[in-house]
């Protein structure tokens, strides 16, 4: 689940081009040309859906979450001064926007144990090659996730879910590189407890 | 290393990011904590489970309802229904000094016709103080609809405050050059008093110190020229008349010395012998030698009367000789 990163991480030709490009299209988007737009919506929309499903859990809010953030950058498309990367950019208002609605949400039970809400592949059919237990185990690695506190679940999304190096984690949370490690860390033991537990409940069921 | 201090650094370990003296003191601990030994196993599946390739969800149709819902919404939310819409006024730039300097003696004029319009008391001006005073009139008067009245207008705040700088800046020169005397020589315009005044502009402050520098006393302008340089030219002797100039040379020629240079011409030479002794009659004897002839007389008495044959070949002078 690789996606665009700056050229500066790796020096690899197509992510420069990637780069060149997304310059292009939102100075292209500025200027006001909406085709460049559509071209970074669809660029980015999986992306987005994807930070957005991990931290907020059901599809629904999900893509909610998702066109948010695309409207937030429509409207803000000539603020972007080039200082990081479009990707954290857009990154970064994602998931201030699911954290957002999180918080907007009522706390009453987030984490729906339903295996129909929970689903990694709402709409397609999963393919039939992807194992059961794997399915099983990406399963419990959601249901798990939506247990943690908003912090912990955002932190965990963009290291192992979107693989943003800590650079990126810095710039897309705004934190400094001490905060970043210190809660991946706190996040990870905090899911390898909740882990544990589900291990002990589940064996003892069985 | 306690259980706490591991915990915290486990994940470190993991990462590979832990090195050199804390990476063994950790290793240490694993080796006899169970506890974190277990921890550390754990925390090695959960990341190895998180970091297990997942398969991307992609959404469909979300750009369509992007368009059809979520910006047309947008955009009528952000034109106003009910708005006053303010033209933008140009950016005003007030005149810069040079230009304003000129029209203010048309400023004098415009506020003299002015006074006399509308007949109020002027306030007499120091000259220094004309523009403030004539601002503060014009301001008081009512809006006057000349191009002279406004220019001034516009005019007079920025020159007001470009004189009041300049008098301050005056001001400040010459209260540092009066009590250093013999001190402030070193240059003109001290830039350490300019410093000191709180001039914004750039322009401003250049202005200043110019109008500082023209006021110095060391200024060129304020030297009195009362040294003039004398120029000395060789004068020319008259021109000579050749015939008068050939009479001077025969008047030369034909000089005859008087007596005293005639005398003096002459090389005398007095050998001095013996005292003589005295004789009966009390009176010595001298001799005398003739340098020309070689010859050498005698006289015979001194004081006597002086003997009628005077030995021939001797000059004139030879009755010096008995001295």
Known sequence: ?206 | MNCQKAGDLLSAYIDGELTGRHCEALEAHVGHCAGCREELETLRSTIALLAAPKTMARPEGLLEEFKAKYLPEAETAAAPRWGIWLPVMPRFEWPSLGRVMLPMGGLAAAAALLVALHSQPLVVAHPQGAPAPAARTLAALPAASTEASSAAALAAPRAARAEGETARVENGARLRTAPTGEKSRTGFGEPRALAALNVPHRRSRHRAMAFAAAVHPHHPRHQRPDTYQLVVRPRLAPPVDPDVLKQAELQHENAVPSPEVQWQDQVVMIRRTATAAPTDEGYGEASCKDLVTGKTEKSIAIGGSPSPAVPAGAPAGDSGGGK
């Open chain 1, 1 to 206: 689940m690789k996606m665009p990163r700056p050229s500066t991480v790796e020096g690899n030709r197509t992510m420069a081009k990637a780069i060149d490009t997304d310059a292009c299209l939102i100075e292209r988007f500025a200027r006001g040309d909406t085709a460049a737009f559509d071209r970074l919506f669809l660029k980015y929309q999986d992306y987005v859906y994807n930070i957005c499903l991990g931290v907020v859990g059901n599809p629904e809010d999900a893509r909610d979450c998702t066109q948010e953030t695309f409207l937030k950058v429509y409207k803000n498309a000539k603020e972007f001064r080039g200082q990081s990367a479009l990707s954290t950019w857009i990154y970064r208002i994602a998931v201030n926007q699911c954290l957002g609605s999180l918080r907007k949400r009522p706390k009453a039970p987030v984490a729906s144990l339903d295996d129909e809400n929970c689903k990694e592949l709402p709409d397609t059919a999963p393919p039939p090659w992807v194992a059961a237990e794997r399915k099983a185990e990406a399963q419990e690695v959601r249901e798990i996730m939506e247990g943690l506190t908003p912090d912990y679940k955002t932190v965990l999304v963009l290291r192992y879910y979107q693989e943003l190096s800590y650079e990126e984690m810095m710039q897309v949370l705004g934190w400094n590189l001490a905060v970043v490690k210190v809660k991946l860390h706190r996040a990870r033991q905090a899911f390898a407890k909740q882990y544990a537990a589900r291990q002990k409940t589940q064996g003892a069921t069985e």
